[in-house]
């Protein structure tokens, strides 16, 4: 029904700056709320950054708050992460994910995930 692909992972040095992209197929896009999440090694997978259906309302993880910015485009199917001064604790993999359900929290656990994109921050 829904399939969900990341991109935009990779190297980057303390300080710098990423910007992931995730692709949302189908026509149901505008119906969900969307969110990442990241999973480091030995770690479990956490909760980073949340979007409304309408992409009005925002919420974020404490560590990122005033350094990631998720938003989303309604005409492309996509939603984005904007991720700065990015720190080596940032390393992680990251998930996109899809809420089709209403009334969602940073708690409700999401139906649909992409496959991940590898963030690795550097020293």
């Known amino acids: 029904q829904v399939r969900l692909v990341e991109s935009g992972g990779g190297l980057v040095q303390a300080g710098g700056s990423l910007r992931l992209s995730c692709a949302a197929s189908?026509?149901?896009?505008?119906?969900?709320?969307m969110g990442w999440f990241r999973q480091a090694p030995g770690k479990e997978r956490e909760f980073v950054a949340q979007?409304?259906?309408?992409?009005?309302?925002?919420k974020y993880t404490d560590s990122v708050k005033g350094r990631f910015t998720i938003s989303r485009d309604h005409n492309k199917n996509m939603v984005l992460l904007q991720m700065n001064s990015l720190k080596p604790e940032d390393t992680a993999v990251y998930f996109c994910?899809?809420?089709?359900?209403?009334?969602?929290?940073?708690?409700?656990?999401?139906?649909?995930w992409g496959q991940g994109t590898q963030v690795t921050v550097s020293s």
């Open positions: 994910a899809g809420y089709p359900g209403a009334s969602i929290a940073v708690t409700t656990i999401p139906t649909y």
């Open positions: 189908g026509r149901s896009f505008n119906n969900y709320a």
């Open positions: 979007i409304s259906r309408s992409g009005a309302d925002t």
